[in-house]
């Protein structure tokens, strides 16, 4: 499988604290990257970097060859990578509809008529067509992260990336939002998720990365991370979700 | 009671162009105010220190000093001092844009820090602009929290208009004195009942405005 997003000695500064450091990552077109390590150790920038919410220090980030940060001048590039964040922001005073629609809409000028059946079709997918009238505030939290997953699928991103996406849900909730991930794993898109689901984790992932204060301590395949992590710090961080051990 | 008086000759309709001219004045003076609000309080919440303190300055000096005080200075002083000629109606219109201009971007800057950055940063994710983030993100949310609370500015301007006849301005408060005077003899017991007609004339100007903000709750509620 070919290459599709390269991160080449990426550095990230928090006024001087070094968020990131000399981050190198090459992901192949269909791979799903599961991203791990504990709190505050820069799994979210790692994200927020690749799409450009975050300018980057040094380095560079690029998607099939193009530059997306530092993001030349058009933002196309960033249209490519679609995200997920963990508090779903959805739109509030829009219809689910009309959420899922609009960046379609305004920003690939894409045909109504043409757009909403594939928005209706994939809600259908996710068990929410019916809602399309609804407003955000009359959804669940599980329910509204999957129409965020939509109106991200909707601008046929390259990428996907899931920035903690069941960590705000309740526990009865979270199955509903993984299943849809996974669902999108089977069609093998290409996605970097984060998350403290380690079972998930397990379950979905081509690759594990774990991260700690800013670099990538380990890259290895789930069954081999998660039986025999290679590094003292790995193994540490696995042992915290484990009880009685 | 009084409330013959009212009807007597062209007092309802004396009364009725009273109310006109507070209302020519409030509402001009709140449209201006929303204009300009919204231009200064995006202004604000850009949080440049400069434009802040001086923000800061100005709506001090607005919520310190009485509209009458303010009404004075403009009509009174500041023509003496400059030699010109503005009219008192054009000086309450000055003033109370001052005032609603102040209040309103005060407003304005709050409805914009309330929107959580994130909802900017979900816009830039998924491919939208700078202008179309706050053209169908980001203003849309801000109109909706600023209705209810602009409504109560609206009205609060259209009552302080009862102070426009301290500089000469016959508005409904100064005809119904006028009239009370008129019947003094005859009626001396106009005062209540031309009050009370004031009272409702108040009451019937302001009370739409607020049905309209109540519907607009409701309808952006759902």
């Known amino acids: 499988m070919s290459e599709i997003l390269k991160i080449e000695h990426l550095h990230k500064k928090f006024e001087d604290f070094e968020v990131l450091s000399d981050i190198n990552l090459s992901i192949k077109k269909g791979e799903t990257i599961v991203i791990v390590g504990p709190s505050g150790c820069g799994k979210s920038t790692l994200l927020r970097c690749i799409n450009g919410l975050e300018d980057i220090d040094e380095g560079e980030v690029s998607l099939e060859g193009e530059a997306v940060n530092p993001a030349p001048k058009n933002a196309a590039g960033r249209r490519k990578i679609g995200m997920v964040f963990q508090s779903y922001e959805l739109f509030p005073h829009k219809t689910i509809l009309e959420n899922v629609l609009l960046a379609p809409m305004k920003v690939q000028k894409r045909d109504r008529k043409e757009a909403t059946e594939e928005a209706l079709s994939l809600l259908d997918r996710v068990g929410l067509a019916s809602r399309k009238d609804s407003y955000p505030r009359q959804l669940s939290g599980g329910q509204k992260q999957r129409v965020a997953i939509v109106r991200a699928l909707m601008m046929h991103p390259e990428v996907l990336l899931f920035d903690e996406v069941t960590a705000a849900l309740d526990p009865e909730m979270v199955r509903e939002v993984l299943d849809v991930i996974l669902d999108l794993a089977k069609q093998k898109r290409t996605m970097l998720i984060v998350t403290h689901e380690m079972s998930f984790a397990k379950a979905i992932a081509d690759r594990v990365l774990f991260l700690d204060g800013g670099t990538i301590v380990e890259d290895s395949d789930p069954n081999a991370f998660f039986e025999a992590p290679k590094t003292e710090r790995a193994k540490k961080f696995l042992q915290t979700f484990e009880f009685g051990s | 009671m009084g409330f013959e008086v009212i009807f007597k000759g062209k007092n309802l309709i004396r009364l009725l162009a009273g109310l006109g001219v507070a209302m020519k004045i409030s509402l001009i003076s709140v449209a ?191």
């Open chain 2, 32 to 222: 201006i105010s929303i204009a300009a609000g919204l231009l200064l309080g995006m202004l604000m919440s850009m949080k440049k220190p400069v434009i802040g303190a001086l923000m800061r300055v100005y709506l001090e000096i607005v919520r310190i000093k009485p509209q009458m005080v303010l009404l004075f200075i403009v009509f009174f002083g500041f023509t003496k001092m400059t030699g010109s000629n503005i009219s008192a109606e054009a000086s309450s219109i000055i003033v109370f844009s001052f005032w609603g201009t102040a209040e309103m971007a005060d407003l304005v800057r709050g409805c914009f820090i309330s929107i959580p950055v994130i909802q900017y940063e979900s816009s830039k994710a998924l491919g939208l602009s700078r202008l179309q983030t706050y053209v169908y993100v980001i203003i849309p949310q801000i109109v909706r929290r600023l209705i209810p609370l602009s409504i109560n500015l609206i009205t609060r301007m259209i009552k302080t208009t009862s102070l426009i006849m301290m500089i000469g301005i016959v508005e409904v408060l100064k005809v119904g004195q006028q009239i009370i005077e008129a019947n003094r003899k005859s009626a001396p017991n106009a005062a209540f009942g031309v009050f009370a007609a004031i009272f409702l004339l108040y009451f019937l100007a302001c009370w739409p405005i607020s049905c309209f903000s109540k519907y607009l709750e409701k309808k952006w509620a759902n």
